[in-house]
T-cell receptor, first 115, second 112 residues
Framework: DSGVTQTPKHLITATGQRVTLRCSPR?????VYWYQQSLDQGLQFLIQ???????AKGNILERFSAQQFPDLHSELNLSSLELGDSALYFC??????????????FGEGSRLTVL | SQQGEEDPQALSIQEGENATMNCSYK?????LQWYRQNSGRGLVHLIL???NEREKHSGRLRVTLDTSKKSSSLLITASRAADTASYFC????????????WGAGTKLIIKP
């Protein structure tokens, strides 16, 4: 158990809909990262928050947005969903603000299926 | 574009044998990390090796880094069925403080 909690574990929805994925980082971790993993592929970095502020942006679509709340949990909002958005969405957390200085702790992911 | 590229894409060996996976990258790095992912699960950190280190060990894992060749290898000795997973390398490019660049992974299958 990494200590990172993601909900929901599975989500099935239709094209054009909007969903919200939630992540609670490990206790004490200030950084939250969101990643997208399509079938049998590597991780695509979406966005990072550090202590409530956006720290880095990756290949995040304009239809997607995220935020980190004062209690440090984070939400990833996906709107106008398309079939190609079907993927595993991972949240990871770390103590430090820079992912390259230490390990990331990953949640179990939210599997999104868009029909 | 992918910074880290793992090789091979898939590897199937008998239990007890050693497994070697490689990761190549394009630009100079601060460090390189290896992660394991069991099917459909979250990633688990295995080891981090810094650019000034050449080799690191952790239990049955041995990681090497050759910065002149821009490559790293992960060796798992005396493999077990529980080692069946995908293994990813993640590089921290110099000058990119906030992003790790991930490879597509090596899928390792350990046959009993």
């Amino acid at each position: 158990d990494s200590g990172v909690t993601q909900t929901p574990k599975h989500l099935i929805t239709a094209t054009g809909q909007r969903v919200t994925l939630r992540c609670s980082p490990r206790s004490g971790d200030l950084s939250v990262y969101w990643y997208q993993q399509s079938l049998d592929q590597g991780l695509q970095f979406l966005i990072q928050y550090y202590n409530g502020e956006e720290r880095a942006k990756g290949n995040i679509l304009e239809r997607f947005s995220a935020q980190q709340f004062p209690d440090l949990h984070s939400e990833l909002n996906l709107s106008s969903l398309e079939l190609g958005d079907s993927a595993l969405y991972f949240c990871a957390s770390s103590v430090v603000g820079r992912p390259n200085t230490g390990e990331l702790f990953f949640g179990e992911g939210s599997r999104l299926t868009v029909l | 574009s992918q910074q880290g590229e793992e090789d091979p894409q898939a590897l199937s060996i008998q239990e007890g044998e050693n497994a070697t996976m490689n990761c190549s990258y394009k630009t100079s790095i601060n460090n390189l990390q290896w992660y394991r992912q069991n099917s459909g699960r979250g990633l688990v950190h295995l080891i981090l090796i810094r650019s000034n280190e050449r080799e690191k060990h952790s239990g049955r894992l041995r990681v090497t880094l050759d910065t002149s060749k821009k490559s790293s290898s992960l060796l798992i000795t005396a493999s077990r069925a529980a080692d069946t997973a995908s293994y990813f390398c993640a590089t921290a490019p110099v000058g990119s403080n906030y992003q790790l660049i991930w490879g597509a992974g090596t899928k390792l299958i350990i046959k009993p």
